[in-house]
């Protein structure tokens, strides 16, 4: 195969949803019939032993939430997928936000009978800023949901997007018995066991008015199938790839995870129409995928993935040239070489080492310290950099402290491994050694940060909420000593050794900003790299 057919046969996407709208479990529906897995758990196994196979994490079993992104690797017809799972819980939005700048499109899951969420919301807006086409998976149609022209309109409302529908229940609200695929004009039944979606559905598939679907559904179903197909073809929008690429058009699916309804022919259509990796920005122009010059950036840094080994992986998107195990490349931000070792592909059950990697591959790299959340590697002949991540602004800080001055070594490796994750902010204040100060957007950040310290690192600490909510960095490195009216602001240091000036509320750091008005205040962290 050559390289460009090995680039166009990549599909990187992220599942987006609301919490509970099906996203897990459309996920492991996805490895289930791309042949990753060959049981998916069940309702019940999942809720007594088992979990999804996208949950690595000790704390989302135990919390029912997805902390982290999990990246799954496999092959599906001649296509090579990544999927970037993302967790769907408010606070780790910040997670999200960067996994989705490592994809190429993302599938929206909704669930039926609640449209379109709060979650569901942000996260489109995210897509949507940045480009990325979006796919919509309408889910849990075995259950009773609202009517699916009332989903069309709640999708254009609400998100401001139009849909097209690639396929329409077969059946009455509640309980449809397939889906008809409107590309290939067939109905396609699904023949309901008592597995609850563990196997593949067995699928009797026919031509609207072939007499083997008619014998399964009744003259006035067809007969509802076909005014709504009319209706469709006359006053509905018609597909168009140029539309899905720009944003404008969402193409709609609807299915079932949970008892496999439409996953199949989901895949295989999602597959053909998503969008192989394309052109992405640096600050020094436009990069190729095809460009021969390797660049890569890394969108997460996870500590103890194997809570046996300590170790640290940080995840690279590759976005143009052809890596091979070993490379030695360029950190953008430090300027120094790196081996990357050991490169992990990550399939269903399991880490196996990869040879070499295409661009919209996913590779996880053993980092020994030096890789951030947002930094770029690539070719020493061709240096750019990927600055467009999302940064967000902290908006809850606490003061962190070790319940024993005994586990202080613990605590200070702890603390630094996380923060460099990108789990958590933190800053160091002049003079104390004993806490830190932490930022985060959500409290959960918090929560989690207390239990992982725990759990992985075996430091018990106290978290004392502090009252501040707004944080700002200056525009060049200027000392604290510079300004004026520090002395009700909280001065701190990040791990770049900046200093963050920490101010109750936004009225406030509006003030001093006009105290100091030849200063330049950012409410997020300056980006640098080693040509500044
Ligand atoms: P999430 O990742 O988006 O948060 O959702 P997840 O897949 O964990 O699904 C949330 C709940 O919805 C789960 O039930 C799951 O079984 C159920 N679900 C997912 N897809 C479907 C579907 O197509 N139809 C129906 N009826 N239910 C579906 P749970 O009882 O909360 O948990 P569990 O015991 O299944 O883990």
Redesign the pocket.
Known sequence: MTNLEEIQRRRTFAII??????????TEKLLLYGGAIHLAGS??A??TSRY?VSDWMEIEKQRGI?VTSSVLQFDYNHFHINILDTP?HADFSEDTYRTLMAVDSAVM?IDVAKGVEAQTQKLFKVCSDRGIPIFTFI?????FGKDPFDLMADIEDVLGIRSCPMNWPIGINGDYTGIYDREKKICHLFVKDNAHGIKKLDVISGAIDDPAIQSHVSPEIIDALKNDLELLNEAGDPFDREKVAHGELTPLFFG????N?GVQTFLEKYLELAPPPENRKTVEGTVSPTDPNFSAFVFKVQANMDPHHHDRIAFLRICSGIFEKGASVLHRQSGKMIRLSQPQQFLATERQIVEKAYPGDIIGIFDSGELGVGDTVCDKKSPLTFSDFPVFPPELFARLSPDSSMKRKQFLNGVNQLAREGAIQIYRRPYIMESFIIGAVGQLQFEVLKYRLEKEYNVTVRIEPLEYTCARWTKGNISPDKLIGTDNVMVVYDMKEQPVYLLPNAWQAGWFAQRNEDVTFLDTPPVTTVDE
């Not at 919490?19 to 459309?26: F, H, M, N, R």
């Not at 889910?139 to 259950?143: F, M, R, S, T, Y």
């Not at 079932?256 to 008892?259: F, L, N, Q, V, Y």
């Open positions: 949803s609301h919490p509970d709208a099906g996203k897990t479990t459309l309702v019940k999942r809720k999804a997805s769907g899951v889910n849990k149609i075995d259950h079932s995870a949970m008892t309804f």
